[in-house]
Antibody
Framework: QVQLQQWGAGLLKPSETLSLTCAVFGGSFSDYYWTWIRQPPGKGLEWIGKINHSGSTTYNPSLKSRVAISVDTSKNQFSLEVTSVIAADTAVYFC????????????WGQGTLVTVSS | DIQMTQSPSSVSASVGDRVTITCRASQGISRWLTWYQQKPGKAPKLLIYAASSLQSGVPSRFSGSGSGTDFTLTISSLQPEDFATYYCQQANSFPLTFGGGTKVEIQ
């Protein structure tokens, strides 16, 4: 079964770039859309965007101008960059595979808390 | 974007109680509705997909129903490990969107 391990810098200053990577173990990398979701402290879930194995992306319009998702199929990894971060970008960031067949996200990575503070 | 509205935002219940959570979509989403359970400090866990299909390994006390704009998640007999926050998510169109969550608390 698919397992995920994510990592990246946890403390950023305003205007810096957030960078996270998610490694995929098991399963077939080409079977899913690879997705990022975030959750501000004490709040709900926000879908950021997705990428497939060939590099085709879809982003949430609310973040589209600052977000880029990329994929490295040789390593079974995908990455998230968010430029010009602000305090409102402080959140736990999760990676997860999205199945077009079920419409669900499963399983989820362990989450990475990213704090934006001067 | 499709807006997802959950109710109630919180519910207090006792072990053994039947608990029902509702989720309403701002437009029809057929049966493209997923339910998740999230415990503090943990990632969400998929419970039900396609409105009523139970994910492998999820106890049968969880069930989902609905189609179109109105959906429900039911826990038939609440267990201690079920105290958590529950989210719905629509997969009819991108961006995927989530409900605001329902916290199930111990009465």
């Amino acid at each position: 079964q698919v397992q995920l391990q994510q990592w990246g810098a946890g403390l950023l200053k305003p205007s810096e770039t957030l960078s996270l990577t998610c490694a995929v173990f098991g399963g077939s990398f080409s079977d899913y859309y690879w997705t990022w979701i975030r959750q501000p402290p004490g709040k709900g879930l926000e879908w950021i965007g997705k990428i497939n194995h060939s590099g085709s992306t879809t982003y949430n319009p609310s973040l589209k101008s600052r977000v880029a998702i990329s994929v490295d199929t040789s390593k079974n990894q995908f990455s998230l960059e968010v430029t010009s971060v602000i305090a409102a970008d402080t959140a736990v960031y999760f990676c997860a595979p999205y199945s077009g067949g079920s419409g669900g996200l499963d399983p989820w990575g362990q989450g990475t808390l990213v704090t934006v503070s001067s | 974007d499709i807006q997802m509205t959950q109710s109630p935002s919180s519910v207090s219940a006792s072990v053994g109680d039947r608990v029902t959570i509702t989720c309403r979509a701002s437009q029809g989403i057929s049966r493209w509705l997923t339910w998740y359970q999230q415990k503090p400090g943990k990632a969400p866990k998929l419970l039900i997909y396609a409105a009523s299909s139970l994910q492998s390994g999820v106890p049968s006390r969880f069930s989902g129903s609905g189609s179109g704009t109105d959906f429900t998640l039911t826990i038939s007999s609440l267990q201690p490990e079920d105290f958590a926050t529950y989210y719905c998510q629509q997969a009819n169109s991108f961006p995927l969107t989530f409900g605001g969550g329902t916290k199930v608390e111990i009465q």
